[in-house]
């Protein structure tokens, strides 16, 4: 069974940069992908990434967040950078572990795994 356990979340003033990590255990070969929730928001994508290294990103941190995957490590990992307060959210590392199709995607219902999140908070 793969578990999932988020850190490097933080409060950060706009314009600053967080790291996220996201340590899996098990079979994670498929999709993976970072999600967030703000407050009365519902979970979004955010970035994703397949077992081919094909990545998509969701246009409002395109050009800021970067996602990347140690394989040997089995560590999914979340670059952000120029904060604002709009990202302030819990961020979810999520895996599809049920297929092993390529494509990343940002369709929340894909994911059967999911970590506990870590609070990211961005002040103005």
């Known amino acids: 069974q793969v578990q999932l356990v988020e850190s490097g979340g933080g409060s950060v003033q706009a314009g600053g940069s967080l790291r996220l990590s996201c340590a899996a255990s098990?079979?994670?070969?498929?999709?993976m992908g970072w999600f967030r929730q703000a407050t009365g928001k519902e979970r979004e994508g955010v970035a994703a990434?397949?077992?081919?290294?094909?990545?998509i990103y969701a246009d409002s941190v395109k050009g800021r967040f970067t996602i990347s995957k140690d394989n040997a490590k089995n560590t999914l990992y979340l670059q952000m950078n120029s904060l604002t307060p709009e990202d302030t959210a819990i961020y979810y590392c999520?895996?599809?572990?049920?297929?092993?199709?390529?494509?990343?995607?940002?369709?929340?219902?894909?994911?059967?795994?999911w970590g506990q999140g870590t609070q990211v908070t961005v002040s103005s």
């Open positions: 999520a895996a599809d572990t049920r297929r092993l199709g390529t494509g990343a995607s940002l369709f929340v219902p894909l994911y059967d795994t």
């Open positions: 098990g079979y994670t070969n498929g999709r």
């Open positions: 990434i397949d077992r081919d290294g094909a990545i």
